[in-house]
């Protein structure tokens, strides 16, 4: 099922800006961020809720055009949405007048590129196998995530994009979809960018950690996390970069 | 909801159709046998107590009733049946009461109180008319009612996908919709040269303004974010109209055809009284004018189950497509 000519996909961000008209008056949300993503990363990024991580990821993902900058992906720029940047949002946003099966197959319905193996495949990669039949409102909120995850994976994107994706999950079931997440990159190995609210996530998985200041938002600090997985979360040299991370977020060092 | 599914999930909060059933309503087990012998007593009292006044068919009507007897008694086996049960015997004890009332003893006055027989004698004697008047119905209805339906969730989505669209229809619609389309009748008969094409066109103005304001209604709600994930994935419009709109907006449609539908009753009668020399609104009205109430009568029920006939039908092909929602109600 796996496209063996797969090859992960490496963005380049160019003093990109960004902004909204609200309530009349134009807000900037991005503001000069460079930002320079190698193929096969796994980046988290982390910042003040609000402050535009995920403006970013539509401008990444090609749903809206830059105000000012230039976004690249392997070197030519991005002009629209792509079945190789694939996004996954908080919200599991499972149509639910599909199957789940219908669900995962929903990019191969839109290219019309039809692949029934690669999609009973993913299902069963995801845990999902005898759930196909079901509809999305049968499903748990793990098992919808899950399902999203498959229809994100099933046509194997090149960059993987993630909005907080396990934001709403129970604390076990969010373990458990960590483990999968990273499992899945190591076999793959396409680039992640992922949005996420916990720092010890983001150090748990990321190649590198990303901070950005508050509205409008630019890049604070880039960390590479040189350790090697599984990572414990014990682990001292995490504990010190994640008490590093939470002050430059703002949080007073004794916290 | 239609569908099954093959493994055990089940809502908590939905309660099983068992729960709610007439088949508990009605526990008792003797019920469903009594079914047959009700239909008996009508044709009993049908057949040997002598009419007040010459009327025609009584022999037939008796056979009628009992020949339902002899198909309910069987049918008490039948699991489903103990459901209908109660319905099927108060059925004919009103058919016997009505026959005992109004054939028998002449408590009503006569000509506008017709007997059951001599609604059994239009249907036997005039069926064909009736048939045909049926026919030209459902084809004026059918030809109105599509092109209406049609046509309204062509503009909804153009009005809940397009401002521009938005900008110069919206006005009009606002300002033609909320007409009874009734009121355009004698306009529509004097600028359209044929009655039938007035019809028509006024039968789909009726079914598709409310069809109009529901589909658009339903693809203003739409999620963006389902536009979004099928976005990044590369659906081009035709996918998002056809593919993601259409269907997350379909329960609201749903209920903007079933508005149309009843609009569009109201307005296959009126201009079948008023226009259209064909069809049961029409023939209604001859019968009336000649007095036949029991023609009259037989037009209604004929219509009446025409009208039902085809909100079944509707509601049928909504629990095929819309299968997937948690709950819905049941016609
Ligand atoms: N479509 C939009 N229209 C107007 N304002 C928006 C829109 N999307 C986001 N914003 C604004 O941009 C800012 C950043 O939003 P967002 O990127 O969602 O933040 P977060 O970092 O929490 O993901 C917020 O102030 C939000 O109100
Ligand atoms: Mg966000």
Redesign the interface.
């Known amino acids: 099922m796996v496209n063996a000519t797969m090859t992960p996909l490496g963005i380049q961000l160019d003093n990109v800006s960004h902004g909204y008209d609200i309530g009349g008056r134009f807000t900037p949300v991005l503001e000069n961020v460079n930002l320079n993503i190698a193929p096969g990363e796994f980046i988290a990024l982390l910042g003040p809720s609000g402050c535009g991580k995920s403006t970013l990821l ?1 401008l990444v ?3 809206e055009a830059p105000h000012a900058g230039r976004i690249l992906a392997d070197g030519a720029p991005i002009t629209g ?3 190789d ?3 996954m ?1 908080q ?1 599991p ?1 499972l ?5 789940v099966r219908a669900n995962v197959a ?2 191969q ?3 019309g590129r039809v692949d029934n193996a690669a999609v009973d495949a993913t299902i069963a990669m995801v845990g999902l196998q ?2 196909e ?3 999305p ?2 499903l748990s909120g793990g098992m919808a995530q899950r399902a999203a995850l498959a ?1 994100a994976l099933v ?1 194997n994107p090149r960059l993987l ?1 993630l909005d907080e994706p396990l934001g709403k999950l129970d604390s076990l079931t969010r373990l458990t979809m960590q483990t999968e997440l990273l499992r899945l990159w190591q076999d793959r190995g396409f680039t992640v960018i992922m949005v996420t609210h916990d720092v010890e996530e983001a150090l748990l998985l990321a190649t590198r950690v990303i901070t950005f200041s508050s509205r409008p938002a630019s890049v604070v600090s880039d960390i590479n996390i040189d350790l090697p997985y599984h990572r414990h979360r014990d682990d001292p040299h995490l504990l010190a970069l994640r008490r590093d991370i939470l002050v430059q977020l703002g949080h007073s060092a004794d916290w | 909801m239609t569908q099954t599914t093959s493994f055990p999930i089940h809502d908590i909060d939905t309660v099983p159709e068992a729960a709610i059933s007439p088949r508990k309503a009605w526990p008792s087990g003797l019920l469903p046998w009594l079914a047959g012998p009700a239909w008996f007593v009508a044709a009993f009292v049908t057949w040997f107590w002598p009419d007040a006044d010459d009327f025609p068919a009584t022999d037939s009507l008796a056979i009628v009733f009992a020949i339902m007897g002899i198909i309910l008694v069987p049918a008490a086996l039948l699991r489903r049946f103990s459901a209908k049960a109660p319905w099927m015997i108060a059925l004919a004890l009103g058919f016997a009461a009505w026959e005992g009332v109004q054939a028998k003893l002449l408590l009503l006055p006569r000509p506008f109180f017709g007997t059951p027989q001599d609604l059994l004698d239009v249907f036997m004697t005039d069926w064909h008319k009736l048939g045909d008047s049926l026919l030209h119905s459902l084809g004026l209805l059918a030809v109105g009612y599509i092109t209406g339906s049609l046509l309204g969730i062509a503009i909804g989505v153009g009005l809940g996908r397009s401002a521009r669209f938005r900008y110069w229809v919206q006005p009009v619609i606002r300002l033609v919709g909320p007409l009874p389309p009734v009121a355009l009748l004698p306009l529509a008969f004097v600028i359209i040269p044929s009655s039938w094409a007035a019809s028509e066109a006024l039968m789909a103005l009726a079914s598709a303004f409310p069809v109009i304001v529901l589909t658009w209604s339903g693809i203003s709600a739409v999620d963006p974010a389902y536009y979004d994930v099928a976005r990044t994935m590369g659906a081009r419009d035709r996918f998002l109209v056809f593919r993601v709109a259409l269907p997350a907006a379909a329960p609201q449609i749903f209920v903007g055809l079933f508005m149309g539908l009843g609009m569009s009753f109201a307005m296959l009668v009126v201009a079948e009284m008023l226009g259209v020399k064909s069809g049961l609104g029409f023939y209604m009205q001859w019968a009336q004018g000649w007095a036949a109430y029991p023609n009259m009568y037989a037009a209604l029920v004929v219509m009446s189950l025409m009208c039902t006939g085809l909100i079944t039908i509707l509601f049928r092909i909504r629990d095929r497509i819309l299968g997937w929602q948690k709950d819905g109600l049941k016609w």
Do not use: E
Request: net charge positive.
């Open positions: 539509r993902a090609g749903l949405p792509g079945p940047r694939i996004v949002f919200d946003t149509y639910p007048w599909r199957s929903l990019s319905d839109i290219s005898g759930f039949r079901a509809w409102h049968q229809r046509n994009i």
